[in-house]
């Protein structure tokens, strides 16, 4: 099953969903990420439960220039697409 995660801070104008989508397809992850227009990160990612497990670690940290403060993690109730990919996709 996969999960879906809200991230909360500075996480938008820093590379955040790129530097994500980088860091999930290096773990073998599918899914994506997108900008929400309140100003966090979410981002739906499917796979082996250890890499699933790492994104979320990597996710609380982000790249340099974030400022994670918080992220929320929970079942994802929309799959990712199954196709073997990871995108980055339009804001929400």
């Known amino acids: 099953m996969g999960k ?3 991230i909360e801070g500075r996480v938008q104008g820093v590379g955040y969903r790129a530097s994500f989508a980088e860091e999930a397809v290096a773990l073998g ?4 990420v997108r900008n929400r227009r309140d100003g966090s990160v979410e ?3 499917d796979g082996d439960a250890a ?3 790492a994104v979320i670690v990597w996710a ?6 974030s400022r994670v403060s918080h992220v929320t993690v ?5 799959q990712a697409a ?3 990919t990871f995108n980055i996709l339009p804001t929400a």
Not at 60 to 65: E, I, Q, S, V
Not at 74 to 78: G, H, K, P, S, T
């Open 51 to 53: 890499a699933i497990e």
């Open 82 to 84: 199954g196709d073997g």
């Open 74 to 78: 929970e079942e994802a109730a929309a």
């Open 60 to 65: 609380r940290r982000g790249p340099p220039a």
């Open 4 to 6: 879906r995660l809200l």
């Open 29 to 32: 992850l599918q899914g994506w």
């Open 43 to 45: 981002a739906v990612v």
